[in-house]
């Protein structure tokens, strides 16, 4: 039976192979089945976004872990900055690190 685990590594696989859309494919698939995503899916989902410049996906990733009721780390807030700094988005980032 697969879990969030086995979600989570999945997730990184793509994080670290530079599949941004694969990993928000993994995250949904593991929503999909009813299984709670927890910090540690979303950072690995952020951090993908991140690599890719895709800051829009990042923040709605944020947004998304908030609504769930989870606590974000500095990991999360840390990928997300970057995501918009790296793309342009500096009123975003500022707004984060504030």
Do not use: M
Not at 64 to 83: F, G, R
């Amino acid at each position: 039976q697969t879990d969030v685990i086995s979600f989570n590594a999945a997730i990184s696989a793509c994080n670290a192979g530079d599949a941004w859309k694969e990993a928000l494919e993994v995250l949904a698939e593991l929503q999909t089945r009813s299984l709670d995503a927890d910090i540690i899916s979303f950072n690995s989902a952020i951090s993908a976004c991140e690599k890719s410049q895709r800051w829009q996906q990042a923040l709605s990733l944020l947004a998304e872990a908030l609504q769930s009721s989870l606590k974000c780390t500095a990991v999360t807030c840390n990928a997300c900055i970057s995501a918009c700094a790296c793309g342009a988005a500096w009123p975003w980032a500022l707004w984060l690190f504030g």
